[in-house]
Each structure stands twice: as structure tokens, then as C-alpha cells.
């Protein structure tokens, strides 16, 4: 949890423009330093090593990366060999939904965002997740990931009616046991 900590303090430096409008008060050193440290140990693990630990690692460093390339202006790609990234992006559990709720504290949105289950267990192969931002009377931000189970073979829209009726359902419950505003 610290290094999530550590994470959000360089971020928040990296990105006080969005409070100034003034992108010479962003400061990506940190952010940067971070990314490299985490970069530099994945890059040293061996292939047979990699294990929820690491792949929670290479979460973080794709999380990153698009911050980086949006701060310095510029593309690159992750450096890493092709087997290990494929390994990394293989090892699936409750990452997908942790780092969601990272990439919400960090931006929050006001759309539906939706991702589905990429683990290797076919019980949850047809699982969805959407994310739903409430604010409460006092303003203050409240981010849920709500779990969905769909069906394979379902067509995309009649995904995202489930999706919307479930969210529908837990406004409801929400409303009427906390009182909060959407």
C-alpha cells in the first residue's frame, strides 16, 4: 500500500497543472523514478519467477505509462522482452479490478467505463465490470465497481443493457439507504 501511496503523492506533483493551468508546475521527476524502478526490477525477473507480485508490478508500470508519455509529449513503448510481458498480462486475479479503482482515484469519470474478466477461470468468463462515481450531500467522491454476469453469447448492446439495469438497481438500493446524489 505504500508504494500506492507513493504512486498517488508523485502523480498529484506530476499533475498540479490540472489546478493551475500551468504545465511548468507539474513536476514528473517522481513519477518518472518510479516508473523505471518498476521497469528495471521486471526486467531483471526471471520468466519463471513471475508471479500475482509481479504482475501487480507491471500493472502499476501500465498505469503509468500512458501518464508518462501524456507528460513528456511523446510515444514510447514499454521495455520489456515480448514472453515476459505476455506472461505478466496472463497472470490475472483481483489486479483488473484494484488498479481500476487506482485509475478512478486518480481521474475520476463520468461515463460508463466498462472491462471484462481476462483470467483463465471459466466460471468468470462472461464476468463484466463497470465503475459508478457517486457524490454524497457533502461532496464528497465514493467510486464502486459493480460486477456483472453476462453471458458469452450476448451481443454488445444487450451487454450494456444488463450493465445499465444492474446500475439502476444499485442507485436504488444506494439512494435509498445512504441518500446519495449521482
Known amino acids: 500500500m505504500d508504494e500506492i501511496n507513493t504512486i498517488i503523492s508523485a502523480y498529484l506533483k506530476a499533475t498540479v497543472s490540472f489546478k493551475t493551468y500551468n504545465e511548468r508546475d507539474d513536476d514528473i521527476e517522481e513519477l518518472q523514478d518510479i516508473y523505471l524502478k518498476l521497469l528495471e526490477e521486471l526486467?531483471?525477473?526471471?520468466?519463471?519467477?513471475?508471479?500475482?507480485?509481479?504482475?501487480?508490478?507491471?500493472?502499476?508500470?501500465?498505469?503509468?505509462?500512458?501518464?508518462?508519455?501524456k507528460s513528456m509529449n511523446v510515444n514510447f513503448n514499454i521495455e520489456l522482452p515480448p514472453d515476459k510481458i505476455e506472461k505478466l498480462n496472463g497472470r490475472k486475479s483481483g489486479i483488473d479490478i484494484a488498479m481500476f479503482l487506482l485509475k478512478d482515484y486518480m481521474s475520476i469519470k463520468a461515463n460508463l467505463d466498462l472491462f471484462n474478466y481476462k483470467g483463465t477461470s471459466d466460471s468468470k468468463k462472461a464476468r463484466m465490470y463497470s465503475n459508478l462515481q457517486l457524490t454524497n450531500k457533502l461532496g464528497e467522491n465514493f467510486i464502486y465497481v459493480?460486477?456483472?454476469?453476462?453471458?458469452?453469447?450476448?451481443?454488445?448492446?444487450?451487454?450494456i443493457q444488463k450493465i445499465e439495469e444492474d446500475t439502476e438497481k444499485f442507485l436504488d438500493i444506494v439512494d435509498a439507504e445512504i441518500h446519495f446524489i449521482s
Do not use: C, G, M
Open 146 to 159: 459493480i460486477a456483472h454476469q453476462t453471458d458469452e453469447n450476448w451481443t454488445q448492446e444487450k451487454v
Open 43 to 69: 526486467d531483471k525477473l526471471s520468466t519463471e519467477r513471475i508471479d500475482n507480485f509481479y504482475t501487480y508490478k507491471f500493472e502499476l508500470v501500465k498505469l503509468l505509462h500512458p501518464l508518462l508519455e
